[in-house]
């Protein structure tokens, strides 16, 4: 199977903010979850995918075509969601099939149509009327629509309560049932991601700071929780992150049940994302 | 494109709802002959300047730009979108400015000549302001565009009246003894030169947008 994304040596400076070496691959059929805090690069990555900014250094192929040269074939078949709503409020569902149909060579507005009516969406209402959930709704049935190979999706579930956002994760883990689909979506939401995606790539400070299959990162990784004495006598070579609390610390290990071995009198816990995104963010380095 | 014009119609559909109503009821008391044919040329005005940029407004509101860039038709395309979008209003305008010409001429109201001369300098001047302006409004956003917009709008106003205070005269009495036709000739000139600013014009806005980022 050909990677859907492959990103090299991605580099764009913003002056006070820099995207730094991003090397970052998404293997077709599959879904990557891209994870960080706010202003941590995600954005910026998925916008030089997609050409909205120039690049100051890297090469960015998707689904085995230069992003630069080959933009208009590779748009033919991405489907994008972003955060919020690009549709105009005076516009309504049956104006945005009308408007969208002739930019897509494979457009099909009897699939648009089906999604309408699976997601509930009237077509003659006014996206004015529309609550955030159908907007983002309305935005995933365009995506849809046009039979993408990929979809791009930034935050595509913020804002959302969790039965819409189970509804639209529902939809893409539908979409990558073929196996020539793939998905690369970001997300504060961790716990969507441990949901849905099967590669987990951690931009901290413009920099990718943890890339793997998710299932490894939630097999390998573990917290310890011990006491400053403790902490003191385990090698810093084992520890990724540490953080100290009033009542004792807590690190971040990258190889638990090795850790166990070595280690064992200390109590070492399955760790999620959101944890080990707190423990990268907010933890030290020994 | 053609999906980018047709939202540029949609999203402009209440105000151009308005525009059509109010110069019909204009265009009924004109015939009856209570208006001259200025409210033509304020329609071909509105509907040429006003609504590409309201254009641009619909969309700083909706954050479509980045949208429209993440689209399959290139930079290139939704600008060409853009200015087609101003060209097809221009020619309904023109269109719709012989056709209240030659009725008020049917109907006795106006001289056909005269009323058509000033359909075509009204459409050229329009269409130059549309081709200074759009390039703008891709540089600086449509409301910073609009103080542009008033300024090319005011500007002559307030140089023919300094002219007139100054007792600066032009003389156009060598335009009586121009024929018809040659008269025609040369007022269709002007609509056709905006025309070529136009072309210009696009490319320029392309160039502006090739650079921006979204």
């Known amino acids: 199977m050909n990677n859907a994304i492959e990103i090299r040596g991605l580099c764009k400076s913003y002056g006070d903010f820099s995207l730094q070496n991003i090397d970052l691959t998404l293997p077709g059929g599959s879904i990557l979850g891209l994870i960080g805090e706010n202003g941590a690069g995600k954005t910026t990555t998925m916008k030089c995918i997609l050409n909205l900014i120039r690049r100051d250094a890297g090469e960015i192929t998707v689904l085995g075509r230069d992003s630069i040269a080959q933009e208009r074939e590779i748009k033919q078949d991405v489907g994008l969601v972003m955060d919020e709503c690009f549709f105009h409020d005076v516009l309504r569902p049956l104006d945005v099939g009308r408007v969208l149909a002739p930019a897509y060579r494979d457009w099909d507005a009897g699939l648009f149509r089906d999604y309408l009516d699976k997601f509930g969406l009237p077509e003659k209402k006014y996206i004015k009327e529309f609550s955030r959930g159908m907007k983002m709704k309305l935005s995933l049935a365009a995506a849809l629509a046009h039979h993408p190979r990929l979809l791009i999706l930034d935050e595509a579930t913020a804002g959302l309560d969790p039965v819409v956002r189970d509804e639209i994760l529902e939809e893409f883990l539908g979409f990558i049932c073929d196996e020539d689909h793939s998905i690369l979506i970001s997300s504060h939401i961790t716990s969507d991601l441990e949901k849905a995606a099967d590669y987990i790539a951690y931009l901290h400070g413009g920099r990718v700071v943890l890339s793997a299959a998710k299932d490894d990162i939630l097999d390998n990784y573990g917290r310890v929780g011990c006491t400053r004495e403790q902490l003191a006598a385990i090698d810093p070579a084992e520890l990724v992150r540490v953080r100290r609390e009033t009542f004792g610390c807590e690190a971040l290990v990258a190889d638990r049940a090795a850790f166990r071995r070595r280690y064992p009198d200390l109590t070492v816990d399955k760790i999620a994302l959101e944890d080990i995104m707190l423990f990268i963010g907010k933890g030290e380095e020994l | ?214």
């Open chain 2, 1 to 214: 494109m053609s999906g980018l014009i047709l939202k540029d119609f949609l999203t402009a559909r209440r105000a151009l709802r308005s525009y059509f109503t109010i110069p019909i009821f204009y265009f009924v008391l004109t015939v009856m002959g209570m208006f001259d044919l200025t409210f033509v040329t304020v329609f071909m005005t509105l509907l040429v300047m006003l609504l590409p940029m309201g254009a641009f407004s619909y969309d700083e509101q909706a954050k479509w730009d980045r949208y429209a860039m993440s689209l399959p038709l290139g930079r290139r395309g939704v600008v060409g979108a853009r200015y087609l979008f101003a060209l097809l209003l221009a020619l309904f305008a023109g269109a719709f400015g012989t056709a209240v010409c030659a009725v008020l001429s049917v109907t006795g109201k106006g001289d056909l000549l005269e009323s058509l001369l000033t359909i075509l300098a009204t459409l050229a001047v329009c269409i130059w302001m549309v081709a200074i302006l759009l390039p703008l409004c891709y540089k600086l956003g449509p409301e910073r565009a609009r103080i542009y917009m008033f300024v090319l709008v005011f500007a002559p106003i307030i140089l023919m009246f300094l002219a007139v205070r100054l007792g600066i005269h032009i003389d156009l009495s060598f335009l009586d003894g121009l024929s018809d036709g040659a008269l025609m000739a040369g007022f269709a000139l002007f609509p056709l030169s905006g025309l070529l600013a136009l072309g210009v014009s696009y490319f320029v806005s392309c160039a502006i947008v090739e650079r921006k980022e979204f």
